[in-house]
Structures are given as structure tokens and as C-alpha cells.
């Protein structure tokens, strides 16, 4: 499997931005993909995921009222709708993918997208 994210960027606080995710190579029945973020000298944390074959979605409590995950099935992609952005969501931005189960750890996933960065100013 093999994940290209993009659509970071900078952006000022209380902006918008859209991350794409775009997924090829081996498919599972029953994937859950998902947004991780890191930013520097923290730990990678869990923002939202998606079921895919039905769009049931997960996400991070504090994150859901501003952050919006959903796929498209036919271009094989996922996308993060990031509205109200706050300096504290700056963070390198991965998706990552995996079969039957979603997990809120990153350690469970095995395949991973190079990461885009999104920076918010104040």
C-alpha cells in the first residue's frame, strides 16, 4: 500500500485547510484509514479515522467540532476538513491505513504517508 498525503501548508489562525490522502497498491476488505499529527517534541497523536466501506467516522473529542475526515471512494482518497485552525494544530500531518479494526495508536498501523506539514500562525 502506498499513501501520498498533501494540502498542508501555512495558514493564519482561525483559516482552513484540506488534506488529501491518496491510497494505491494493495487494498484490504475491510481497511480504516486515518489521520495522525506530530509536532515537535511531542508525541504523534490520533485525529480522526474512517471506516471505509461505509464512511463511519473517529475522532479525537477535542478535534471533532472543528475537524472533518471523509473519503472518496472512487479516486481512492481521504481527505481532512481543518476549519478554525489554532496554533496548536500545527503539526506534521500523516495518514496512515490498516485492516478490520480502527486503533487510535499509531503503532498499530503498518503503512504510513510521507507526511504534510501544517503550520498555523497566530
Known amino acids: 500500500v502506498q499513501l501520498q498525503a498533501s494540502g498542508g501548508g501555512l495558514v493564519q489562525a482561525g483559516g482552513s485547510l484540506r488534506l488529501s490522502c491518496v491510497a494505491s497498491?494493495?487494498?484490504?476488505?475491510?481497511?480504516?484509514m486515518a489521520w495522525f499529527r506530530q509536532a515537535p517534541g511531542k508525541e504523534r497523536e490520533f485525529v480522526a479515522g474512517?471506516?471505509?466501506?461505509?464512511?463511519?467516522?473517529y475522532y479525537t473529542d477535542s478535534l471533532k467540532d472543528r475537524f472533518t475526515i471523509s473519503r472518496d471512494n472512487a479516486k481512492n482518497t481521504m481527505f481532512l476538513q481543518m476549519n478554525n485552525l489554532k496554533p496548536e494544530d500545527t503539526a506534521l500531518y500523516f495518514c496512515?491505513?490498516?485492516?478490520?479494526?480502527?486503533?487510535?495508536?499509531?503503532?498499530?498501523?503498518?503503512?504510513w504517508g510521507q507526511g504534510t506539514q501544517v503550520t498555523v500562525s497566530s
Open positions: 497498491g494493495r487494498t484490504f476488505s475491510s481497511a480504516y
Open positions: 496512515a491505513v490498516r485492516p478490520f479494526s480502527i486503533s487510535y495508536k499509531g503503532s498499530d498501523y503498518t503503512y
Open positions: 474512517i471506516r471505509w466501506g461505509d464512511a463511519r467516522t
